[in-house]
């Protein structure tokens, strides 16, 4: 392998993008005149330019320039229930014609918060925002005031949102609290500091499993070890289940068995809507019940008719508990037959992650945190990426694959036929086999 010819490869992988798609690069180039970078979300933007999305339907979509892709990222994982489903698109519409701010406690908001709650056994109580950043800005502000102190532990690459990102420390943009950041899956590091630092701690803040930073599973000793931390310290331990609710019937952590104090939700739970939530034990949401509590939590739309209308018709009529499981359970063994590819191909490359959520990594051996992947050359998932679109598959950049219901059979064998046909082309490029 060369550092050249991946160079190669990559520009030709650009040229060939930049020639097929003149009317996404027409409109990214007229929109840096009103935006920076023609962009007003980060994750969507890759180089040369990004496509411009132009239509969704089921698990399809159409960019600007007539392409269609099947669709392998599903907005991040809150596309769970595709483009067009009847029930959520006459949810919405039913919801509307009720009336669409109404400035008040609504007809919708209250069943909602029940098949929530219902849904996720460790949700006692909850509150709705509307977004994951919010409901983990809030679950944190809830555990500062609860416990009375100042000091998060969170984890190298763990990503909580636009504004609480890190990677072996917080990110640029990561709001100033007094963060202590501790490596992802080492149980034993995260005993001692725990202990160490204890009484200054309000809570710890962990994905089950981090999905940003590549689809790394939580070792269930790793977890276990949060959870007897966080009790012995006094400490609340927040588990956000933004991504993860979604990987089993009621949510990863009920699934691994261990009980948080409280727990954020986003994404799909919403019916693709705009959402966060965050939840838990019932003393601890007490501080914002307004005839008792201290704490004020505002958010105009939080309890916005749409999202109401489309969560509840989601959970209830689409994503219900066995459908969750059924959707996992098509993940897992998407991910073995990638897997066993790779293998069978002799390449470093393999799938992790849980369920329906996965991520390509051009690496070998257990992928336990993001340092694991300090060697990847970064042109590799780009290279992939562009393979992929070129072959009518829409992911993201980063490896990441996120399942919908509306994916066919068919979509997934066209999924694992790129793969290898990608492995076919690039093997060369790809690091040696240890
Ligand atoms: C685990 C996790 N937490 C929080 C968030 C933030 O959610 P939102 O983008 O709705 O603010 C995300 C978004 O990707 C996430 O993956």
Same mark, same amino acid.
């Not at 100042?150 to 100033?176: A, C, E, M, N, Q």
């Not at 509590?293 to 994503?319: C, D, E, P, Q």
């Not at 829409?394 to 790129?418: E, H, K």
């Given at each position: 392998?060369?550092?050249?010819?991946?160079?190669?490869?990559?520009?030709?992988? $650009?040229?060939?993008?930049?020639?097929?798609?003149? +009317?996404?690069?027409?409109?990214?180039? +007229?929109?840096?005149?009103?935006?920076?970078?023609?962009? !007003?979300?980060?994750?969507?933007?890759?180089?040369?330019?990004?496509?411009?999305?132009?239509?969704?339907?089921?698990?399809?979509?159409?960019?600007?320039?007539? *392409?269609?892709?099947?669709?392998?990222?599903? +907005?991040?994982?809150?596309?769970?229930? %595709? #483009?067009?489903?009847?029930?959520?698109?006459? @949810?919405?519409?039913?919801?509307?014609?009720?009336?669409?701010?109404?400035? =008040?406690?609504?007809?919708?908001? =209250?069943?909602?918060?029940?098949?929530?709650?219902?849904?996720?056994?460790?949700?006692?109580?909850?509150?709705? !925002?509307?977004?994951?950043?919010?409901?983990?800005?809030?679950?944190?502000?809830?555990?500062? *005031?609860?416990? =009375?102190?100042?000091?998060?532990?969170?984890?190298?690459? %763990?990503? $909580?949102?636009?504004?609480?990102?890190?990677?072996?420390?917080? /990110?640029?943009?990561?709001?100033?609290?007094?963060?202590?950041?501790?490596?992802?899956?080492?149980?034993?590091?995260?005993?001692?500091?725990?202990?160490?630092?204890?009484?200054?701690?309000?809570?710890?803040?962990?994905?089950?499993?981090?999905?940003? /930073?590549?689809?790394?599973?939580?070792?269930?000793?790793?977890?276990?070890?949060?959870?007897?931390?966080?009790?012995?310290?006094?400490?609340?331990?927040?588990?956000? +289940?933004?991504?993860?609710?979604?990987?089993?019937? *009621?949510?990863?952590?009920?699934?691994? =068995?261990?009980?948080?104090?409280?727990?954020?939700?986003?994404?799909?739970?919403?019916?693709?809507?705009?959402?966060?939530?965050? %939840?838990g034990r019932a003393d601890v949401m007490a501080q914002f019940d307004p005839r008792t509590?201290?704490?004020? #939590?505002?958010? !105009?739309?939080?309890?916005?008719?749409?999202?109401?209308?489309? %969560?509840?018709?989601?959970?209830?009529?689409?994503?219900t508990p066995e459908a969750a499981g059924a959707l996992a359970e098509r993940g897992e063994?998407?991910?073995?037959?990638?897997? @066993?590819?790779?293998?069978?191909?002799?390449?470093?490359?393999?799938?992790?992650?849980?369920?329906?959520?996965?991520?390509? *990594?051009?690496?070998?051996?257990?992928?336990?945190?993001?340092?694991?992947? @300090?060697?990847?050359?970064?042109?590799?998932?780009?290279?992939?990426?562009?393979?992929?679109?070129?072959?009518?598959?829409?992911?993201?950049?980063?490896?990441?694959?996120?399942?919908?219901?509306?994916?066919?059979?068919?979509?997934?064998?066209?999924?694992?036929?790129?793969?290898?046909?990608?492995?076919?082309?690039?093997?060369?490029?790809?690091? @040696?086999?240890?």
């Open positions: 392998m060369t550092d050249t010819a991946i160079d190669q490869a990559l520009a030709g992988a $650009h040229q060939r993008f930049i020639e097929g798609n003149a +009317e996404s690069r027409r409109r990214f180039d +007229e929109q840096t005149r009103y935006m920076p970078g023609a962009n !007003t979300r980060s994750v969507l933007f890759y180089a040369p330019f990004p496509l411009t999305i132009a239509k969704g339907e089921g698990a399809a979509l159409w960019d600007a320039d007539g *392409h269609r892709y099947a669709d392998f990222i599903a +907005e991040y994982t809150a596309g769970v229930y %595709g #483009h067009s489903a009847p029930e959520i698109r006459e @949810a919405v519409i039913e919801a509307m014609q009720g009336g669409i701010n109404l400035t =008040g406690h609504n007809l919708l908001e =209250g069943r909602l918060a029940k098949t929530v709650c219902e849904r996720f056994p460790q949700i006692e109580q909850l509150r709705f !925002t509307n977004s994951g950043t919010e409901a983990n800005l809030m679950a944190l502000t809830a555990a500062l *005031h609860f416990t =009375g102190r100042r000091k998060i532990v969170v984890f190298s690459g %763990g990503y $909580h949102g636009g504004v609480l990102g890190f990677g072996d420390k917080p /990110s640029l943009t990561t709001v100033p609290f007094d963060f202590l950041v501790l490596p992802y899956n080492d149980a034993q590091r995260a005993r001692e500091e725990i202990a160490r630092h204890g009484p200054e701690i309000a809570a710890i803040l962990v994905e089950p499993m981090q999905g940003a /930073s590549g689809c790394i599973p939580g070792r269930l000793d790793f977890l276990q070890a949060l959870r007897e931390g966080a009790t012995q310290a006094g400490a609340l331990l927040i588990f956000d +289940e933004v991504m993860t609710s979604r990987l089993a019937p *009621h949510g990863l952590a009920s699934k691994l =068995g261990i009980k948080s104090d409280l727990t954020t939700l986003g994404k799909y739970i919403g019916g693709g809507m705009s959402f966060g939530a965050f %939840g509590g201290a704490l004020a #939590h505002s958010g !105009t739309f939080n309890n916005n008719v749409m999202t109401m209308a489309a %969560g509840y018709a989601g959970l209830t009529k689409l994503f063994a998407m991910r073995a037959r990638l897997n @066993a590819l790779c293998a069978k191909e002799g390449v470093t490359m393999q799938f992790t992650g849980v369920g329906s959520l996965m991520n390509a *990594h051009f690496v070998s051996g257990e992928v336990r945190r993001v340092d694991d992947l @300090a060697v990847v050359d970064g042109r590799l998932r780009q290279l992939l990426f562009f393979h992929l679109l070129s072959q009518g598959i829409y992911t993201s950049p980063r490896g990441f694959v996120v399942l919908s219901l509306p994916l066919s059979d068919a979509d997934i064998d066209r999924y694992i036929a790129a793969i290898g046909s990608f492995i076919g082309e690039y093997r060369s490029l790809m690091p @040696a086999v240890k």
